[in-house]
């Protein structure tokens, strides 16, 4: 039982250059979310999806797209990165009433 | 939307003494309220939660009280131990949480030995 995959756990990317980070949980939860987490700020909700074939938007949806592609996997695109987006990026899944299991995150640069 | 205000930023005790850190929420309809952990380079780990219609709960040398009317909730850790050291994330939610959680700014915990 490995919870929340993330792939890659280390990018480098050029500004401009596009990318897809993975996602996939074998808990069988129905909502899965994507955060980023910056210095002194927390974790800010990007997109989520709280059940398949659903999503929404979150506090900082801009410049991200993402793809529930069933309920297993949920990734999140950068179409043209930029280095306001360089950021450690989550995964997380839930089906209520439990709590939150995080995947071990994606440090993204963004040069 | 919702905001989440957590502190201190940070926050040192003695080893063996008690540490709390306090969150407010500003939107009266959350209702769900957990606490995070998080190691340097590590996820975030679920430590606690509440829900709204609970005043009080406790696990072990942890626990969290939630006061609706005033919309705030605070983490209590007694005996503190060299490996309660880390970040504390305060976070809160509508829905019973199916539409994503907003978290507080962090509190950096330092256990002095």
């Known amino acids: 039982n490995a919870g929340v995959t993330q792939t890659p756990k280390f990018q480098v990317l050029k500004t401009g250059q596009s990318m897809t980070l993975q996602c996939a949980q074998d808990?069988?939860?129905?909502?899965m979310y994507w955060y980023r987490q910056d210095p002194g700020m927390g974790l800010r909700l990007i997109y989520y999806s709280a059940s398949e074939g659903t999503t929404d938007k979150g506090e900082v949806p801009n410049g991200y797209n993402v793809s529930r592609l069933n309920k297993r996997e949920f990734s999140l695109r950068l179409e043209s990165a930029a280095p306001s987006q360089t950021s450690v990026y989550f995964c997380a899944s839930r089906t209520a009433p439990y709590g939150y299991t995080f995947g071990s995150g994606t440090r993204l640069t963004v040069v | 939307g919702e905001n989440v205000e957590q502190h201190p930023s940070t926050l040192s005790v003695q080893e063996g003494d008690s540490a709390v850190i306090k969150c407010t929420y500003s939107?009266?309809?959350?209702?769900?309220f957990p606490w995070y952990k998080q190691e340097l380079g590590k996820r975030p780990q679920l430590i606690i939660d509440i829900r709204s219609n609970v005043g009080e709960k406790k696990d072990q040398r942890i626990a969290v009280t939630l006061n609706k009317t005033a919309k705030h909730f605070s983490l209590h850790i007694t005996e503190t131990q060299p490996e309660d050291s880390a970040v504390y994330f305060c976070a809160a939610s509508m829905g019973g949480g199916a539409d994503g959680l907003t978290f507080g700014k962090g509190t950096h915990l330092i256990i002095q030995p």
């Open positions: 808990m069988n939860h129905n909502s």
């Open positions: 939107d009266s309809a959350s209702n769900y």
